[in-house]
């Protein structure tokens, strides 16, 4: 195989380049949110399926002669995944990564936000979708609550910053959360990010009319706390787009998948805990990495899988049309 199977950057039929990798540890949760999970007996994979951090750390070294620069870890909840902090400095440690993230529920952050950092780790997202304490076990399922923002504070007590909350945005369950969220915003430094509400459910219960748009979002923070207006310089890849209150105390930002999708800008591509590539959270196709990796495949037959993954990647992932199918695999097997 040429060495250019080796090096040449991530690019799919689109013109778009590839730089950013999530990679879900676990499929497991201590939450049950409607949105991802069903309430009980939901059936995990065997520890023997996931990924071991080894095996993470090959794929990423595969990936990086081929432009990543970034990497985000996700679930499940990766924080029930034993000694994560080691895959953290694992990977920062690996030349040509540029910055490691997590997205997190947050209750087990305050015991591992120190170590976590220590070991590279510069972004966190903390998921909260409600700061009203019973409208939260109403979502998770689960109790929790003050161990979240136990959490959130253990995160800035330590050096991330910003830390960002995200908050999925549902019609008829949390509208009346928006404001108060916009308060925290302001009165903590954390930056709030609200996601618009996705066909990803494992219930398949997902509908339009349940999803609450950004816009009605912006207007209702600029009616009752002050405007909000873009934030200048923003990375035009991130999902995001970012305001602050026109006083500059307090960030929000956006992601709207179904109101203003950004396929067109996105750089990010996935592997599943057990070893699954997807070139988009959407995909309805899956190329077996793990396989290749047990099976003594040389790293230029994995660079050039996912080198076709990539090619392969569609426009969009088409929710606004009579095109769209719902993946078989909900959120949480798919990873955040």
Same mark, same amino acid.
């Given at each position: /195989?040429?060495?250019?199977?080796? +090096?040449?950057?991530?690019?799919?039929?689109?013109?778009? *380049?590839? +730089?950013?990798?999530?990679?879900?540890?676990?499929?497991?949760?201590?939450?049950?949110?409607?949105?991802?999970?069903?309430?009980?007996?939901?059936?995990?994979?065997?520890?023997?399926?996931?990924?071991?951090?080894?095996? $993470?750390?090959?794929?990423?070294? *595969?990936?990086?002669?081929?432009?990543?620069?970034?990497?985000?870890?996700?679930?499940?909840?990766?924080?029930?995944?034993?000694?994560?902090?080691?895959?953290?400095? %694992?990977?920062?440690?690996?030349?040509?990564?540029?910055?490691?993230?997590?997205?997190?529920?947050?209750?087990?952050?305050?015991?591992?936000?120190?170590?976590?950092?220590?070991?590279?780790?510069?972004?966190?997202?903390?998921?909260?979708?409600?700061?009203?304490?019973? %409208?939260?076990?109403?979502?998770?399922?689960? &109790?929790?609550?003050?161990?979240?923002?136990?959490?959130?504070?253990?995160?800035?007590?330590?050096?991330?910053?910003?830390?960002?909350?995200?908050?999925?945005?549902?019609?008829?369950?949390?509208?009346?959360?928006?404001?108060?969220?916009?308060?925290?915003? @302001?009165?903590?430094?954390?930056?709030? @990010?609200?996601?618009?509400? /996705?066909?990803?459910?494992?219930?398949?219960?997902? &509908?339009?009319? %349940?999803?609450?748009?950004?816009?009605? /979002?912006?207007?209702?923070?600029?009616?009752?706390?002050?405007?909000?207006?873009?934030?200048?310089?923003?990375?035009?890849?991130?999902?995001?787009?970012?305001?602050?209150?026109?006083?500059?105390?307090?960030?929000?930002?956006?992601?709207?998948?179904?109101? @203003?999708?950004?396929?067109?800008?996105?750089?990010?591509?996935?592997?599943?805990?057990?070893?699954?590539?997807?070139?988009?959270?959407?995909?309805?196709?899956?190329?077996?990495?793990?396989?290749?990796?047990?099976?003594?495949?040389?790293?230029?037959?994995?660079?050039?899988? $996912?080198?076709?993954?990539?090619?392969?990647?569609?426009?969009?992932?088409?929710?606004?049309?009579? @095109?769209?199918? &719902?993946?078989?695999?909900? /959120?949480?097997?798919?990873?955040?």
């Amino acid at each position: /195989m040429p060495e250019s199977a080796l +090096t040449s950057p991530l690019i799919d039929s689109f013109g778009r *380049v590839h +730089t950013n990798l999530r990679i879900s540890v676990t499929d497991r949760c201590n939450i049950r949110c409607f949105y991802c999970m069903p309430a009980e007996n939901v059936e995990f994979m065997d520890r023997a399926e996931l990924l071991t951090f080894e095996e $993470i750390e090959r794929i990423v070294k *595969v990936a990086v002669p081929l432009g990543l620069r970034k990497i985000r870890l996700t679930g499940g909840e990766p924080l029930v995944r034993k000694s994560l902090h080691v895959l953290v400095r %694992k990977l920062a440690a690996i030349e040509g990564i540029e910055d490691v993230g997590l997205t997190t529920n947050g209750i087990l952050l305050a015991e591992q936000a120190q170590e976590l950092y220590e070991a590279g780790l510069r972004r966190i997202n903390i998921s909260l979708d409600a700061l009203d304490p019973v %409208k939260f076990e109403k979502i998770t399922r689960r &109790q929790g609550y003050e161990k979240v923002i136990a959490g959130i504070q253990a995160a800035q007590a330590v050096g991330f910053n910003p830390v960002k909350v995200n908050a999925v945005a549902v019609r008829g369950l949390t509208e009346d959360e928006i404001v108060p969220f916009g308060h925290f915003a @302001r009165r903590t430094g954390v930056e709030i @990010r609200f996601i618009e509400f /996705m066909p990803l459910d494992a219930d398949n219960a997902w &509908q339009r009319e %349940k999803v609450l748009f950004a816009h009605e /979002m912006i207007e209702k923070l600029s009616a009752e706390i002050m405007p909000l207006v873009p934030r200048a310089g923003q990375d035009p890849h991130a999902p995001a787009s970012e305001f602050e209150f026109e006083d500059g105390i307090g960030r929000i930002g956006f992601i709207a998948s179904v109101s @203003r999708p950004f396929c067109m800008s996105c750089d990010r591509f996935r592997i599943t805990a057990d070893g699954k590539l997807r070139n988009c959270l959407f995909s309805l196709e899956e190329t077996d990495v793990k396989t290749m990796l047990r099976n003594g495949t040389s790293e230029a037959a994995i660079a050039q899988a $996912i080198r076709a993954s990539i090619a392969a990647k569609k426009e969009g992932h088409e929710i606004n049309t009579a @095109r769209f199918i &719902q993946p078989d695999r909900p /959120m949480y097997s798919i990873g955040g």
